[in-house]
Protein backbone atom coordinates (compact mmCIF):
# COMPACT_ATOMS: atom_id res chain seq x y z
CA UNK A 1 0.00 0.00 0.00
CA UNK A 2 2.97 2.56 0.98
CA UNK A 3 4.84 1.43 -2.60
CA UNK A 4 0.99 2.41 -4.40
CA UNK A 5 0.53 5.46 -2.48
CA UNK A 6 4.20 7.03 -2.90
CA UNK A 7 3.81 6.23 -6.90
CA UNK A 8 0.49 8.25 -7.22
CA UNK A 9 2.08 11.24 -4.99
CA UNK A 10 5.13 11.23 -7.70
CA UNK A 11 2.55 11.02 -10.19
CA UNK A 12 0.75 13.80 -9.15
CA UNK A 13 3.74 16.12 -8.45
CA UNK A 14 5.03 15.30 -12.34
CA UNK A 15 1.94 16.37 -13.76
CA UNK A 16 1.26 19.54 -11.83
CA UNK A 17 5.31 20.49 -12.55
CA UNK A 18 4.94 19.39 -16.59
CA UNK A 19 1.88 20.82 -16.93
CA UNK A 20 3.13 24.39 -15.67
CA UNK A 21 3.92 26.66 -18.28
CA UNK A 22 2.05 25.34 -20.69
CA UNK A 23 -0.74 27.26 -22.60
CA UNK A 24 -3.89 26.15 -22.77
CA UNK A 25 -5.43 25.02 -26.36
CA UNK A 26 -8.51 25.40 -28.19
CA UNK A 27 -9.42 21.84 -28.64
CA UNK A 28 -12.38 20.80 -31.38
CA UNK A 29 -15.37 20.48 -28.73
CA UNK A 30 -16.08 16.55 -27.87
CA UNK A 31 -17.46 14.84 -24.84
CA UNK A 32 -15.63 15.37 -21.54
CA UNK A 33 -13.06 12.46 -20.73
CA UNK A 34 -13.05 10.69 -17.53
CA UNK A 35 -9.36 11.02 -16.20
CA UNK A 36 -7.28 8.09 -17.62
CA UNK A 37 -9.76 6.34 -19.56
CA UNK A 38 -10.84 9.20 -21.45
CA UNK A 39 -13.68 8.61 -23.67
CA UNK A 40 -13.50 4.69 -23.39
CA UNK A 41 -17.07 4.31 -22.11
CA UNK A 42 -18.89 6.55 -24.67
CA UNK A 43 -17.14 5.03 -27.89
CA UNK A 44 -17.44 1.70 -26.26
CA UNK A 45 -20.83 1.32 -26.47
CA UNK A 46 -20.98 0.86 -30.06
CA UNK A 47 -19.39 -2.31 -31.46
CA UNK A 48 -18.17 -0.80 -34.62
CA UNK A 49 -16.39 2.53 -33.93
CA UNK A 50 -17.18 4.38 -37.46
CA UNK A 51 -20.86 4.29 -36.21
CA UNK A 52 -19.88 5.55 -32.72
CA UNK A 53 -17.95 8.37 -33.87
CA UNK A 54 -20.78 9.55 -36.10
CA UNK A 55 -22.76 9.28 -33.78
CA UNK A 56 -21.17 11.57 -31.07
CA UNK A 57 -20.25 13.99 -34.52
CA UNK A 58 -23.91 14.33 -34.36
CA UNK A 59 -23.95 15.77 -31.14
CA UNK A 60 -20.53 17.66 -30.95
CA UNK A 61 -20.38 18.70 -34.75
CA UNK A 62 -17.75 18.32 -37.76
CA UNK A 63 -14.61 18.94 -35.93
CA UNK A 64 -14.85 16.51 -32.70
CA UNK A 65 -11.95 15.87 -30.24
CA UNK A 66 -12.33 12.60 -28.31
CA UNK A 67 -9.56 10.88 -25.90
CA UNK A 68 -8.88 7.26 -25.56
CA UNK A 69 -6.21 6.73 -23.06
CA UNK A 70 -3.27 8.49 -23.60
CA UNK A 71 -4.36 9.03 -27.14
CA UNK A 72 -6.16 12.45 -28.25
CA UNK A 73 -8.47 11.90 -31.39
CA UNK A 74 -9.87 14.53 -33.74
CA UNK A 75 -12.66 13.21 -35.97
CA UNK A 76 -13.36 14.90 -38.77
CA UNK A 77 -16.74 14.02 -40.66
CA UNK A 78 -17.18 17.44 -42.71
CA UNK A 79 -15.35 17.18 -46.60
CA UNK A 80 -14.64 20.77 -46.65
CA UNK A 81 -12.31 20.29 -43.34
CA UNK A 82 -11.33 17.39 -44.70
CA UNK A 83 -10.02 19.39 -48.30
CA UNK A 84 -8.19 22.15 -45.70
CA UNK A 85 -6.67 19.76 -43.74
CA UNK A 86 -5.54 16.86 -46.57
CA UNK A 87 -4.38 20.68 -48.71
CA UNK A 88 -2.98 22.30 -46.06
CA UNK A 89 -0.88 20.01 -43.81
CA UNK A 90 -0.79 16.73 -45.88
CA UNK A 91 2.84 16.62 -45.64
CA UNK A 92 2.73 16.41 -42.13
CA UNK A 93 0.89 13.02 -41.76
CA UNK A 94 4.18 11.44 -42.17
CA UNK A 95 2.87 8.25 -40.38
CA UNK A 96 -0.14 6.09 -39.24
CA UNK A 97 -1.38 5.00 -35.47
CA UNK A 98 1.00 3.13 -34.45
CA UNK A 99 -1.17 -0.10 -34.03
CA UNK A 100 -0.02 -2.39 -31.19
CA UNK A 101 -0.74 -5.56 -33.66
CA UNK A 102 1.21 -4.08 -37.15
CA UNK A 103 4.27 -4.88 -34.67
CA UNK A 104 3.56 -8.49 -34.72
CA UNK A 105 6.93 -9.92 -36.67
CA UNK A 106 8.13 -6.34 -37.31
CA UNK A 107 5.57 -5.87 -39.71
CA UNK A 108 5.80 -1.94 -39.47
CA UNK A 109 8.87 -1.55 -40.16
CA UNK A 110 8.48 -2.92 -43.74
CA UNK A 111 4.55 -1.81 -44.50
CA UNK A 112 3.90 0.54 -46.90
CA UNK A 113 0.87 0.83 -44.34
CA UNK A 114 2.81 1.61 -41.65
CA UNK A 115 6.14 2.39 -42.27
CA UNK A 116 6.51 6.28 -42.08
CA UNK A 117 6.94 8.78 -45.05
CA UNK A 118 10.40 9.13 -45.99
CA UNK A 119 13.18 7.74 -48.37
CA UNK A 120 11.96 3.90 -47.49
CA UNK A 121 8.42 4.37 -47.66
CA UNK A 122 8.89 6.41 -51.24
CA UNK A 123 11.00 3.46 -52.72
CA UNK A 124 8.39 1.11 -51.65
CA UNK A 125 5.36 3.25 -53.46
CA UNK A 126 7.05 3.89 -56.39
CA UNK A 127 8.12 0.46 -57.08
CA UNK A 128 4.01 -0.38 -56.23
CA UNK A 129 3.28 2.45 -58.43
CA UNK A 130 5.83 1.47 -61.75
CA UNK A 131 5.78 -2.48 -61.51
CA UNK A 132 2.79 -3.47 -60.09
CA UNK A 133 0.16 -0.86 -60.33
CA UNK A 134 1.11 1.05 -63.54
CA UNK A 135 -1.13 1.44 -66.54
CA UNK A 136 0.95 -0.80 -68.71
CA UNK A 137 1.50 -3.91 -66.18
CA UNK A 138 -2.76 -3.73 -65.55
CA UNK A 139 -3.19 -3.75 -69.14
CA UNK A 140 -0.85 -6.61 -70.11
CA UNK A 141 -2.36 -8.26 -67.13
CA UNK A 142 -5.89 -7.78 -68.68
CA UNK A 143 -6.05 -11.50 -69.69
CA UNK A 144 -5.67 -13.22 -66.23
CA UNK A 145 -8.24 -11.43 -64.56
CA UNK A 146 -10.74 -11.61 -67.68
CA UNK A 147 -9.89 -15.78 -67.07
CA UNK A 148 -10.18 -15.46 -63.82
CA UNK A 149 -13.19 -13.72 -64.21
CA UNK A 150 -14.86 -16.37 -67.11
CA UNK A 151 -13.83 -18.88 -63.78
CA UNK A 152 -16.02 -17.11 -61.81
CA UNK A 153 -18.85 -17.08 -64.17
CA UNK A 154 -18.41 -20.75 -64.93
CA UNK A 155 -18.90 -21.45 -60.82
CA UNK A 156 -21.89 -19.30 -61.24
CA UNK A 157 -23.49 -21.21 -63.41
CA UNK A 158 -22.47 -24.64 -62.14
CA UNK A 159 -25.03 -23.05 -59.16
CA UNK A 160 -27.58 -22.02 -61.10
CA UNK A 161 -27.82 -25.35 -62.91
CA UNK A 162 -28.24 -27.13 -59.17
CA UNK A 163 -30.63 -24.38 -57.79
CA UNK A 164 -28.26 -24.08 -55.44
CA UNK A 165 -27.10 -20.44 -53.75
CA UNK A 166 -23.87 -18.77 -54.23
CA UNK A 167 -21.72 -17.44 -51.38
CA UNK A 168 -21.04 -13.90 -53.22
CA UNK A 169 -18.57 -12.47 -51.32
CA UNK A 170 -16.50 -16.36 -51.09
CA UNK A 171 -16.60 -16.51 -54.64
CA UNK A 172 -15.56 -13.20 -55.41
CA UNK A 173 -12.59 -13.45 -53.01
CA UNK A 174 -11.37 -17.12 -54.64
CA UNK A 175 -11.47 -14.66 -57.96
CA UNK A 176 -9.32 -11.74 -56.26
CA UNK A 177 -6.95 -14.15 -54.65
CA UNK A 178 -6.10 -16.07 -57.84
CA UNK A 179 -5.99 -13.19 -60.12
CA UNK A 180 -3.47 -11.94 -57.16
CA UNK A 181 -1.34 -15.07 -56.62
CA UNK A 182 -1.54 -15.34 -60.96
CA UNK A 183 0.08 -11.71 -61.20
CA UNK A 184 2.55 -12.42 -58.76
CA UNK A 185 3.80 -16.37 -59.07
CA UNK A 186 1.96 -17.51 -61.94
CA UNK A 187 -0.24 -20.39 -59.94
CA UNK A 188 -3.66 -20.47 -58.07
CA UNK A 189 -3.86 -20.02 -54.83
CA UNK A 190 -7.31 -21.53 -54.64
CA UNK A 191 -10.35 -23.41 -56.27
CA UNK A 192 -13.89 -22.79 -55.68
CA UNK A 193 -15.12 -24.66 -52.70
CA UNK A 194 -11.76 -25.68 -51.97
CA UNK A 195 -10.29 -26.97 -48.21
CA UNK A 196 -7.13 -24.77 -49.39
CA UNK A 197 -9.48 -21.02 -50.48
CA UNK A 198 -11.28 -21.61 -46.97
CA UNK A 199 -8.10 -21.64 -45.22
CA UNK A 200 -7.03 -18.37 -46.88
CA UNK A 201 -9.96 -17.01 -46.55
CA UNK A 202 -10.03 -17.62 -42.74
CA UNK A 203 -6.64 -16.41 -42.34
CA UNK A 204 -6.76 -12.89 -44.41
CA UNK A 205 -11.06 -12.35 -42.80
CA UNK A 206 -9.34 -13.20 -39.32
CA UNK A 207 -6.21 -11.11 -39.62
CA UNK A 208 -8.21 -8.11 -41.05
CA UNK A 209 -10.60 -8.70 -38.19
CA UNK A 210 -8.44 -9.19 -35.55
CA UNK A 211 -6.05 -6.14 -36.28
CA UNK A 212 -9.34 -4.18 -36.71
CA UNK A 213 -10.48 -4.95 -32.79
CA UNK A 214 -10.09 -2.40 -30.61
CA UNK A 215 -6.64 -2.85 -28.62
CA UNK A 216 -6.40 -1.22 -24.95
CA UNK A 217 -2.15 -1.54 -26.07
CA UNK A 218 -2.67 1.29 -28.36
CA UNK A 219 -3.91 3.41 -26.24
CA UNK A 220 -1.98 2.69 -22.40
CA UNK A 221 1.38 2.90 -24.22
CA UNK A 222 2.16 1.09 -20.93
CA UNK A 223 0.33 -2.14 -21.69
CA UNK A 224 1.82 -2.55 -24.87
CA UNK A 225 4.68 -5.15 -23.17
CA UNK A 226 1.97 -7.07 -21.78
CA UNK A 227 -0.69 -6.94 -24.76
CA UNK A 228 -3.59 -7.63 -22.68
CA UNK A 229 -5.84 -8.76 -25.12
CA UNK A 230 -3.86 -11.12 -26.78
CA UNK A 231 -4.14 -8.73 -30.78
CA UNK A 232 -0.75 -8.73 -31.35
CA UNK A 233 0.51 -12.60 -30.61
CA UNK A 234 -3.57 -13.54 -32.55
CA UNK A 235 -1.85 -11.39 -35.54
CA UNK A 236 1.59 -13.35 -35.20
CA UNK A 237 0.20 -16.16 -35.58
CA UNK A 238 -1.81 -15.34 -38.89
CA UNK A 239 1.17 -13.19 -40.33
CA UNK A 240 3.66 -16.77 -39.88
CA UNK A 241 1.07 -18.76 -41.57
CA UNK A 242 1.22 -16.63 -44.50
CA UNK A 243 5.03 -15.77 -44.77
CA UNK A 244 5.67 -19.87 -44.67
CA UNK A 245 3.58 -19.89 -47.80
CA UNK A 246 5.48 -17.16 -49.30
CA UNK A 247 8.56 -18.67 -47.72
CA UNK A 248 7.92 -21.73 -50.01
CA UNK A 249 7.03 -20.52 -52.79
CA UNK A 250 10.41 -17.84 -52.99
CA UNK A 251 12.44 -20.84 -52.08
CA UNK A 252 11.05 -22.95 -55.67
CA UNK A 253 11.53 -19.89 -56.98
CA UNK A 254 15.45 -19.67 -56.29
CA UNK A 255 16.11 -23.29 -56.68
CA UNK A 256 14.66 -23.06 -60.26
CA UNK A 257 16.80 -19.40 -60.93
CA UNK A 258 19.34 -21.71 -59.72
CA UNK A 259 19.08 -24.55 -61.48
CA UNK A 260 19.08 -22.47 -64.99
CA UNK A 261 20.87 -19.74 -63.95
CA UNK A 262 21.12 -17.99 -67.64
CA UNK A 263 17.22 -18.74 -68.87
CA UNK A 264 16.18 -18.06 -64.97
CA UNK A 265 13.12 -19.76 -64.12
CA UNK A 266 11.23 -18.91 -67.05
CA UNK A 267 8.63 -16.57 -65.47
CA UNK A 268 7.75 -13.18 -66.15
CA UNK A 269 5.28 -12.52 -62.75
CA UNK A 270 6.02 -10.12 -60.53
CA UNK A 271 7.92 -12.68 -57.97
CA UNK A 272 11.29 -12.39 -60.92
CA UNK A 273 10.86 -8.43 -60.63
CA UNK A 274 11.45 -8.56 -56.63
CA UNK A 275 13.90 -11.71 -56.77
CA UNK A 276 15.87 -9.04 -58.97
CA UNK A 277 15.73 -6.21 -56.77
CA UNK A 278 16.87 -8.51 -53.91
CA UNK A 279 20.04 -9.83 -56.04
CA UNK A 280 20.62 -5.89 -56.82
CA UNK A 281 22.78 -5.16 -53.32
CA UNK A 282 22.20 -1.55 -54.50
CA UNK A 283 18.63 -1.25 -54.43
CA UNK A 284 18.41 -2.31 -50.78
CA UNK A 285 15.73 -4.60 -50.88
CA UNK A 286 15.92 -8.16 -49.01
CA UNK A 287 13.77 -11.12 -49.32
CA UNK A 288 12.24 -10.58 -45.87
CA UNK A 289 10.79 -7.11 -47.84
CA UNK A 290 9.92 -9.16 -50.24
CA UNK A 291 7.47 -11.37 -47.81
CA UNK A 292 6.17 -8.58 -46.25
CA UNK A 293 5.16 -6.86 -49.31
CA UNK A 294 3.38 -9.40 -50.39
CA UNK A 295 1.78 -9.64 -47.17
CA UNK A 296 0.42 -5.92 -47.67
CA UNK A 297 -0.63 -7.30 -51.11
CA UNK A 298 -2.64 -9.89 -49.47
CA UNK A 299 -4.22 -7.98 -47.43
CA UNK A 300 -5.03 -4.93 -49.31
CA UNK A 301 -6.59 -6.75 -52.54
CA UNK A 302 -8.46 -9.35 -51.61
CA UNK A 303 -11.05 -8.64 -48.74
CA UNK A 304 -11.73 -5.22 -49.96
CA UNK A 305 -12.73 -5.92 -53.55
CA UNK A 306 -15.03 -9.47 -52.44
CA UNK A 307 -16.47 -7.44 -49.72
CA UNK A 308 -17.47 -4.68 -51.80
CA UNK A 309 -18.57 -6.62 -54.81
CA UNK A 310 -21.02 -8.53 -51.92
CA UNK A 311 -22.29 -5.07 -51.01
CA UNK A 312 -23.22 -4.25 -54.23
CA UNK A 313 -24.94 -7.05 -55.24
CA UNK A 314 -26.30 -6.96 -51.98
CA UNK A 315 -28.09 -3.15 -52.47
CA UNK A 316 -28.78 -4.26 -56.21
CA UNK A 317 -31.11 -7.31 -55.08
CA UNK A 318 -32.55 -5.13 -52.42
CA UNK A 319 -33.57 -2.59 -55.25
CA UNK A 320 -34.63 -5.22 -58.32
CA UNK A 321 -35.63 -1.87 -60.46
CA UNK A 322 -31.93 -0.69 -59.63
CA UNK A 323 -30.49 -4.14 -61.02
CA UNK A 324 -32.71 -4.53 -63.93
CA UNK A 325 -31.47 -0.86 -65.04
CA UNK A 326 -27.46 -1.98 -64.76
CA UNK A 327 -28.51 -5.28 -66.92
CA UNK A 328 -30.13 -3.25 -69.37
CA UNK A 329 -27.30 -0.76 -69.83
CA UNK A 330 -24.63 -4.00 -70.04
CA UNK A 331 -27.24 -5.74 -72.69
CA UNK A 332 -27.19 -2.58 -74.89
CA UNK A 333 -23.47 -2.12 -74.66
CA UNK A 334 -22.19 -5.81 -74.83
CA UNK A 335 -25.22 -7.22 -76.63
CA UNK A 336 -24.60 -11.09 -77.14
CA UNK A 337 -22.07 -13.40 -77.92
CA UNK A 338 -19.22 -12.07 -76.40
CA UNK A 339 -18.11 -10.90 -72.37
CA UNK A 340 -17.94 -8.21 -70.56
CA UNK A 341 -14.04 -6.66 -71.20
CA UNK A 342 -12.02 -3.66 -69.23
CA UNK A 343 -12.40 -1.44 -72.38
CA UNK A 344 -16.37 -1.39 -72.14
CA UNK A 345 -16.37 -0.23 -68.45
CA UNK A 346 -16.31 3.44 -69.86
CA UNK A 347 -19.35 2.95 -71.83
CA UNK A 348 -21.06 1.86 -68.33
CA UNK A 349 -21.91 4.79 -66.81
CA UNK A 350 -25.10 3.28 -64.88
CA UNK A 351 -22.70 0.58 -63.81
CA UNK A 352 -19.97 3.11 -62.79
CA UNK A 353 -22.55 5.04 -60.77
CA UNK A 354 -23.95 1.31 -59.04
CA UNK A 355 -20.07 1.25 -57.74
CA UNK A 356 -19.67 4.53 -56.42
CA UNK A 357 -23.07 4.63 -54.76
CA UNK A 358 -21.74 1.61 -52.92
CA UNK A 359 -18.82 2.50 -52.16
CA UNK A 360 -20.58 5.46 -50.44
CA UNK A 361 -22.57 3.91 -48.58
CA UNK A 362 -20.51 0.71 -47.83
CA UNK A 363 -16.50 2.42 -48.03
CA UNK A 364 -13.74 -0.49 -47.40
CA UNK A 365 -12.64 1.33 -44.75
CA UNK A 366 -15.03 3.43 -42.98
CA UNK A 367 -12.18 5.33 -41.26
CA UNK A 368 -9.16 7.13 -42.27
CA UNK A 369 -6.13 7.67 -39.73
CA UNK A 370 -3.45 9.50 -40.16
CA UNK A 371 -1.32 11.55 -37.30
CA UNK A 372 -0.02 14.78 -37.15
CA UNK A 373 3.65 15.59 -37.10
CA UNK A 374 3.00 19.23 -35.36
CA UNK A 375 0.17 21.22 -33.96
CA UNK A 376 -2.42 22.22 -36.79
CA UNK A 377 -4.84 24.85 -36.31
CA UNK A 378 -8.25 23.92 -38.50
CA UNK A 379 -11.41 26.15 -38.09
CA UNK A 380 -10.14 28.22 -35.72
CA UNK A 381 -9.00 24.99 -33.18
CA UNK A 382 -5.62 23.84 -32.50
CA UNK A 383 -5.05 19.40 -33.19
CA UNK A 384 -2.07 18.80 -31.33
CA UNK A 385 0.91 16.99 -32.63
CA UNK A 386 0.79 13.32 -32.37
CA UNK A 387 -3.17 13.61 -32.14
CA UNK A 388 -4.49 10.97 -34.45
CA UNK A 389 -6.77 12.31 -37.32
CA UNK A 390 -9.59 10.21 -38.09
CA UNK A 391 -11.64 11.75 -41.79
CA UNK A 392 -14.99 9.53 -40.89
CA UNK A 393 -15.76 8.66 -44.54
CA UNK A 394 -18.22 6.20 -43.26
CA UNK A 395 -20.21 8.97 -41.61
CA UNK A 396 -19.63 11.75 -45.01
CA UNK A 397 -21.30 8.94 -46.66
CA UNK A 398 -24.07 9.04 -44.93
CA UNK A 399 -25.06 12.77 -43.50
CA UNK A 400 -28.18 14.15 -44.71
CA UNK A 401 -26.10 17.88 -45.19
CA UNK A 402 -24.49 16.43 -48.12
CA UNK A 403 -26.15 13.94 -49.65
CA UNK A 404 -30.27 13.49 -50.47
CA UNK A 405 -31.93 10.50 -48.87
CA UNK A 406 -28.33 9.66 -47.62
CA UNK A 407 -29.32 5.82 -46.61
CA UNK A 408 -31.29 5.15 -49.66
CA UNK A 409 -29.68 3.24 -52.70
CA UNK A 410 -29.51 5.36 -55.36
CA UNK A 411 -27.04 5.30 -58.36
CA UNK A 412 -28.85 8.22 -60.16
CA UNK A 413 -27.28 10.94 -57.92
CA UNK A 414 -23.61 9.96 -59.57
CA UNK A 415 -24.93 10.20 -62.96
CA UNK A 416 -24.18 13.42 -64.91
CA UNK A 417 -22.05 14.30 -62.05
CA UNK A 418 -18.09 15.69 -61.24
CA UNK A 419 -18.03 13.50 -58.35
CA UNK A 420 -15.78 10.93 -58.48
CA UNK A 421 -14.16 8.70 -55.71
CA UNK A 422 -10.07 9.04 -57.49
CA UNK A 423 -9.43 11.40 -53.81
CA UNK A 424 -10.23 15.00 -55.29
CA UNK A 425 -13.57 15.37 -54.60
CA UNK A 426 -13.57 14.94 -50.68
CA UNK A 427 -17.60 13.50 -50.61
CA UNK A 428 -16.36 10.60 -51.59
CA UNK A 429 -12.63 9.44 -50.92
CA UNK A 430 -13.41 5.46 -50.50
CA UNK A 431 -9.51 5.20 -51.37
CA UNK A 432 -8.39 7.85 -49.08
CA UNK A 433 -6.70 10.89 -50.68
CA UNK A 434 -2.98 13.03 -50.61
CA UNK A 435 0.16 11.20 -50.16
CA UNK A 436 -0.89 8.09 -48.69
CA UNK A 437 -4.24 7.32 -51.19
CA UNK A 438 -4.28 3.68 -51.79
CA UNK A 439 -1.39 2.84 -54.18
CA UNK A 440 -3.73 -0.02 -55.78
CA UNK A 441 -6.85 2.05 -56.50
CA UNK A 442 -6.62 1.45 -60.61
CA UNK A 443 -6.39 -2.34 -59.99
CA UNK A 444 -9.48 -2.19 -57.59
CA UNK A 445 -11.34 -0.17 -60.40
CA UNK A 446 -10.87 -2.91 -62.93
CA UNK A 447 -11.64 -5.85 -60.93
CA UNK A 448 -14.52 -4.23 -59.27
CA UNK A 449 -16.46 -3.16 -62.68
CA UNK A 450 -15.40 -6.34 -64.26
CA UNK A 451 -16.35 -9.04 -61.47
CA UNK A 452 -19.47 -6.92 -61.21
CA UNK A 453 -20.41 -6.55 -64.82
CA UNK A 454 -19.48 -9.90 -65.90
CA UNK A 455 -21.92 -11.75 -62.87
CA UNK A 456 -24.83 -9.21 -64.26
CA UNK A 457 -24.51 -9.58 -67.81
CA UNK A 458 -24.32 -13.37 -67.39
CA UNK A 459 -26.97 -14.42 -65.20
CA UNK A 460 -30.45 -13.05 -63.65
CA UNK A 461 -30.08 -13.15 -59.61
CA UNK A 462 -32.61 -13.81 -56.60
CA UNK A 463 -32.10 -13.88 -53.20
CA UNK A 464 -33.08 -17.51 -51.48
CA UNK A 465 -36.61 -18.78 -50.99
CA UNK A 466 -38.37 -16.82 -48.61
CA UNK A 467 -35.73 -14.57 -48.03
CA UNK A 468 -37.92 -10.78 -49.45
CA UNK A 469 -35.35 -7.47 -50.30
CA UNK A 470 -36.73 -5.28 -47.46
CA UNK A 471 -35.96 -8.82 -44.83
CA UNK A 472 -31.99 -9.05 -46.06
CA UNK A 473 -29.85 -8.76 -42.78
CA UNK A 474 -27.51 -6.26 -43.37
CA UNK A 475 -26.02 -5.59 -40.33
CA UNK A 476 -21.91 -5.25 -40.37
CA UNK A 477 -19.17 -6.76 -38.39
CA UNK A 478 -16.21 -5.23 -37.17
CA UNK A 479 -12.73 -4.80 -38.59
CA UNK A 480 -10.03 -3.01 -40.67
CA UNK A 481 -12.95 -3.20 -43.41
CA UNK A 482 -16.56 -3.35 -43.58
CA UNK A 483 -17.59 -6.33 -43.88
CA UNK A 484 -21.13 -7.59 -44.47
CA UNK A 485 -22.09 -9.76 -40.96
CA UNK A 486 -24.22 -12.18 -42.60
CA UNK A 487 -22.89 -13.44 -46.18
CA UNK A 488 -25.10 -13.00 -49.49
CA UNK A 489 -26.40 -15.83 -50.28
CA UNK A 490 -27.75 -15.35 -53.82
CA UNK A 491 -29.02 -17.51 -56.70
CA UNK A 492 -27.95 -17.06 -60.44
CA UNK A 493 -30.26 -17.59 -63.19
CA UNK A 494 -29.07 -18.82 -66.98
CA UNK A 495 -30.21 -16.20 -69.24
CA UNK A 496 -29.97 -16.20 -73.04
CA UNK A 497 -26.98 -14.51 -73.21
CA UNK A 498 -25.04 -16.89 -70.91
CA UNK A 499 -26.01 -19.82 -73.71
CA UNK A 500 -24.53 -17.49 -76.42
CA UNK A 501 -21.22 -17.28 -74.43
CA UNK A 502 -20.92 -21.07 -74.25
Keep these: ?25 KLPPGPSPLPILGNLFQLGREKLYHKAVTKLSKVYGPLMSVKL ?17 CQ ?26 WIPTGKKWNDIRRLFKEQIFSSERLNAS ?28 AAAFTTSLNFLSNTLFSIDFAHYDSNSCKNLEEIICGLTNTMGRPNLADFFPGLKFFDPQGIRHETEVYFVKLLEAFEDIITQRLQARGASPTSGSGKSDLLEVFLDLCQHREAGWSYNDVKHFLLDLFLGATDTTSSTVEWAMVELLRSPDKKEKARAEIREVIGQGRSVKESDISRLPYLQAVVKETLRLHPPA ?31 GRDSNLWLNPDSFVPER ?24 CVGYALAQRMLHLMLASLLHNFDWKLEDGIKPEDVDMSERPGLTVQKA ?17
Excluded at 69 to 85: A, D, H, T, Y
Excluded at 366 to 379: F, N, Q, S
Excluded at 486 to 502: D, E, F, G, Q
Design 414 to 437: FLNSESDDKGQHFKLTPFGTGRRI
Design 142 to 169: QGIRQEKVKQLCDYAHEHSISGQPLNVC
Design 1 to 25: MPTILCFWLIAIAVFLVCGRGHKPR
Design 366 to 396: PIVPRKADTDIEVDSYILPKDSLIVFNLWGM
Design 88 to 113: KYDHTFYRRLDLDASRALDHHKFSIA
Design 486 to 502: VPLMAIPIRTSIWKSLK
Design 69 to 85: GNQMIVVVSSPNLVREI
